[in-house]
C-alpha cells in the first residue's frame, strides 16, 4: 500500500513539473474562424526558425501561467514562422519576434516587435485591453 501511495504521489508531483503551454490555432484561417465563433480577438505570434529570442519568447512566456491565462481569456493565439508559413497579407515579419493583435475580421490593431519577458509582456496584454476600444477606432 505504501508503494502505491509513493507512486500516486510521484505521478501528481511529475504532473505539476509539466510545463504550461499555449493553446495554439492550427493556422492563421482556422483562427480567424474561431475568432468569429468565440468573440475573441487574435494574437499573432511571428517568428522563425533561426531566431533565438523568437525561441526565448515561446519558453519562457508562452508557458507562463499568467500569460497563458490572460492570452486564451481574450484572444485566439496563432503562431507563424516566416520560413514554414505564408504570411497573411497586411502583416510583415522582417523584425521578428513580432506580435500582431488584430480583430475577428483579420484587421490589426496594435503591433510589435521583439522579446518581452512575462511580466512585461503581461503589463502590455493589460494595456492592450484598457486601450482597445481606442486601438482600432486609430486603424
Request: net charge negative; hydrophobic share 45%.
Amino acid at each position: 500500500m505504501v508503494i502505491i501511495k509513493k507512486i500516486v504521489l510521484l505521478v501528481l508531483l511529475s504532473l505539476t513539473l509539466v510545463a504550461a503551454e499555449v493553446k495554439w490555432a492550427e493556422d492563421y484561417e482556422s483562427a480567424l474562424v474561431e475568432a468569429k465563433k468565440q468573440n475573441k480577438d487574435l494574437y499573432i505570434f511571428i517568428s522563425s526558425t533561426y531566431c533565438p529570442w523568437c525561441a526565448k519568447f515561446e519558453r519562457e512566456v508562452l508557458t507562463n501561467a499568467k500569460v497563458i491565462k490572460a492570452l486564451e481569456k481574450d484572444y485566439i493565439v496563432v503562431g507563424l514562422n516566416k520560413e514554414m508559413d505564408d504570411i497573411p497579407a497586411g502583416y510583415t515579419a522582417k523584425v521578428i519576434p513580432r506580435h500582431y493583435f488584430a480583430q475577428a475580421n483579420g484587421k490589426s490593431y496594435y503591433t510589435f516587435a521583439g522579446y518581452y519577458d512575462a511580466n512585461d509582456f503581461l503589463d502590455t496584454l493589460q494595456e492592450i485591453q484598457e486601450e482597445r476600444v481606442d486601438l482600432i477606432k486609430g486603424n
